[in-house]
């Protein structure tokens, strides 16, 4: 597997029928530690070029999936690989659809009450075959030893093999990597948005406008625009320098990654 760094971010070249092969076979083993697919965008390279615990997080993910089409076309045309959009709602789509032959559980957490739940009435009607053998709507301040204890003992005792995990970016991926070996045996996926989309909160992006390369102007002007307006104006402008000070070898940073022990 190919990984192309983003300022000091490895971002993985894969298709979908990579993460098929790779997922069932971690799912196999369900005494292991959980495994972490990271869904990266500009945004979350940006924070960890400033976080060095995040960046260090995301270059232990086992799948950093390239969440952009411009990362995606970047990677298919300077580097002539082989590489799907690892964007939340389609990972969602496609484990869903996959389960139909391999009979995957899923687990959603994350989310307001009413998001996951109709998230979860969603995907049910979509996927009438989909096991979502349960769900959590965490409070949004951090939770006791007490609490998170309880909500790891329900997982484990649920045993789902795939954990949507839709807290936002970087909580959602602080919060697996803290739980990666708390939680055995799954595949826990940082999704944050789908719970929006599949839970009927955000309108999602018309699928060409999603290839296009401009779905963050799309969701700019949509009813987030002054939760999400200091992204994708500011830290996209961060981004860009940054990565052209890369490409002219002016500031070139390491992308290490790191695979965790089973």
Same mark, same amino acid.
């Given at each position: 597997?190919?990984?192309?760094?983003? @300022?000091?971010?490895?971002?993985?070249? *894969?298709?979908?029928?990579? &993460?098929?092969?790779? !997922?069932?076979?971690?799912?196999?083993?369900?005494?292991?530690?959980? /495994? /972490?697919?990271?869904?990266?965008?500009?945004?979350?390279?940006? @924070?960890?070029?400033?976080d060095p615990k995040l960046a260090a997080i995301y270059n232990a993910a086992d799948i950093a999936g390239a969440d952009g089409m411009p990362y995606v076309y970047w990677i298919r045309w300077l580097h002539r690989l082989a590489c799907d959009r690892f964007y939340g709602p389609d990972i969602v789509v496609q484990l869903a659809e996959h389960s139909l032959k391999t009979g995957y559980s899923f687990y959603l957490y994350g989310g307001a009450p009413d998001v996951v739940e109709r998230m979860k009435a969603y995907l049910e009607d979509?996927?009438?075959?989909?096991?979502?053998? +349960?769900?959590?709507?965490?409070?949004?301040?951090? *939770?006791?030893?007490?609490?998170? /204890?309880d909500i790891c003992a329900e997982i484990n005792q649920l045993k789902p093999d795939v954990i949507c995990v839709g807290?936002?970016?970087?909580?959602?991926?602080?919060?697996?990597?803290? /739980? !990666?070996?708390? !939680?055995?045996?799954? !595949?826990? @996926?940082?999704? +944050?948005?789908?719970?929006?989309?599949?839970g009927g909160r955000?309108? &999602?992006?018309?699928?060409?406008?999603?290839?296009?390369?401009?779905?963050w102007l799309y969701r700019l002007l949509g009813r987030d625009f002054f939760r999400l307006w200091r992204r994708y104006t500011i830290v996209n402008v961060i981004f860009l320098w940054n990565f052209a000070l890369q490409l002219l070898g002016i500031r070139v940073r390491e992308a290490p990654r790191r695979k965790r022990p089973e």
């Open positions: 597997m190919h990984s192309i760094n983003f @300022l000091g971010i490895g971002i993985d070249a *894969l298709t979908y029928q990579d &993460m098929f092969d790779l !997922v069932d076979g971690w799912i196999s083993d369900k005494s292991s530690r959980s /495994h /972490h697919i990271a869904c990266i965008n500009t945004y979350g390279v940006t @924070l960890a070029y400033q979509r996927f009438p075959h989909i096991n979502i053998i +349960g769900y959590k709507s965490p409070p949004f301040r951090n *939770l006791t030893e007490h609490e998170d /204890h807290l936002g970016t970087p909580k959602q991926d602080f919060w697996i990597d803290d /739980h !990666v070996e708390k !939680v055995r045996g799954a !595949v826990m @996926l940082s999704c +944050g948005a789908t719970f929006d989309f599949f955000v309108k &999602m992006a018309p699928r060409f406008i999603q290839r296009s390369g401009f779905e």
